[in-house]
């Protein structure tokens, strides 16, 4: 209704701002800042009695920072108005979209998996704090600058756009090296067998794929792109999508399905368990997510790419060449890949939780759990 002037002079406020990845209105945009307020509020109320008699720089305290940053960061997406001259308006928003998303949520992504490791034991603390310092002094030094690769059309001085390039390519390996320590500690455990009846192992493995499509989809594919010149040329391609894909779904995705599993395995009773419907959902998100970018989006991208290079980014985004018969050729193909991550993965998830329903813990306190999943009395000093 913005777009089409329905709002009048309130089409900003209401309606759509006109900026690329914060198209929302600014009423919608403060509400989603207040409401990541209010989750932070809800986590600190979850984690208040871990932070009493902690260091400050201790594992909790590290989770909160990173809880709070969100909401901090998103907000300054609002540091600019229709009258804003472009390039200020376009630094801001930049701010949002590669150091908001790419910065301070790959941060939470860290400290949140740090965590998780940490909780199953997979890592001592020290490792999973040694890991979250080092993600915090490469963005407190490099996550600014590495914004910089984006400012094509401000104005900014060549070697901006040069080591934005490199800083921005070094946020992804603190996560990685976490996820080589951990994937020691599920070798070590295969040997003697023990990691078969571990209760959380397909949590544990959906934690690994986080570490997995962030060297792959965030690393990779984003280093692949981030080039000054290979970034002029294929820019709002597909091989733009082809990082976002990667890292928006096999980072938070697998991240949040992960969270989910782990909570799950607290609350729903052994009877309501199904280890064969996790992993079936494992292997099909992980893989239909893989076929996407296989079969479809990446060597579309690569196509547009060539397009744009030759014949010029109009002609990349132009019907001539989208409706080509490879083109769609591959778009098709990607049904594959779509049809496994569906049906083979969010529907067996989808399943084991509506079943999970059924058999939930009766509330007794905070239970800790046998390594084959059964209860084993509450925690001592819980409620």
Not at 270 to 276: H, K
């Amino acid at each position: 209704m913005g777009i089409k002037q329905m709002f009048g002079n309130l089409w900003f406020w209401l309606g759509h701002q006109g900026w690329e990845y914060l198209e929302l209105g600014r009423l919608w945009q403060v509400l989603l800042t207040v409401g990541m307020v209010l989750w932070a509020f809800i986590i600190f109320r979850s984690i208040r009695p871990l932070l009493k008699g902690q260091d400050r720089g201790s594992l909790p305290h590290m989770l909160l920072y990173g809880v709070l940053a969100i909401p901090i960061f998103f907000s300054f997406g609002m540091m600019y108005h229709p009258g804003t001259n472009f390039a200020v308006a376009d630094f801001w928003r930049w701010w949002v979209v590669h150091l908001w998303v790419e910065g301070f949520f790959e941060l939470y992504t860290t400290i949140i998996v740090a965590y998780f490791f940490h909780t199953l034991g997979m890592v001592s603390a020290r490792s999973a704090l040694t890991v979250i310092y080092l993600d915090i002094i490469l963005y407190l030094g490099s996550g600014i600058i590495g914004t910089g690769h984006h400012y094509y059309w401000t104005a900014q001085p060549a070697i901006n756009m040069a080591l934005g390039s490199m800083f921005s390519a070094l946020e992804v390996v603190p996560l990685t090296l976490l996820t080589v320590e951990a994937w020691k500690f599920v070798h070590l455990a295969e040997v003697d067998g023990s990691i078969k009846n571990f209760s959380h192992y397909w949590a544990m493995m959906f934690l690994i794929a986080v570490g997995f499509w962030n060297f792959l989809g965030a690393g990779v594919f984003g280093f692949l792109i981030n080039m000054p010149i290979v970034s002029y040329y294929e820019h709002a391609t597909y091989l733009t999508s082809n990082h976002g894909h990667a890292a928006l779904m096999g980072v938070y995705g697998m991240l949040s399905v992960a969270g989910v599993l782990f909570c799950a395995r607290y609350l729903i009773t052994p009877e309501g368990w199904s280890d064969r419907l996790a992993g079936i959902s494992f292997w099909c998100l992980n893989i239909g997510l893989l076929l996407m970018l296989a079969l479809n989006i990446f060597p579309a991208g690569v196509m547009q790419m060539a397009a744009s290079f030759h014949h010029g980014f109009w002609y990349a985004r132009s019907y001539e060449f989208i409706h080509s018969q490879a083109f769609q050729t591959m778009t098709w193909l990607r049904v594959a890949g779509d049809l496994v991550f569906v049906i083979g993965g969010v529907l067996p998830l989808v399943l084991l939780i509506l079943r999970g329903m059924f058999f939930l813990r009766k509330p007794k306190g905070e239970v800790r759990l046998g390594s084959d999943g059964t209860a084993l009395g509450p925690v001592p000093g819980s409620a």
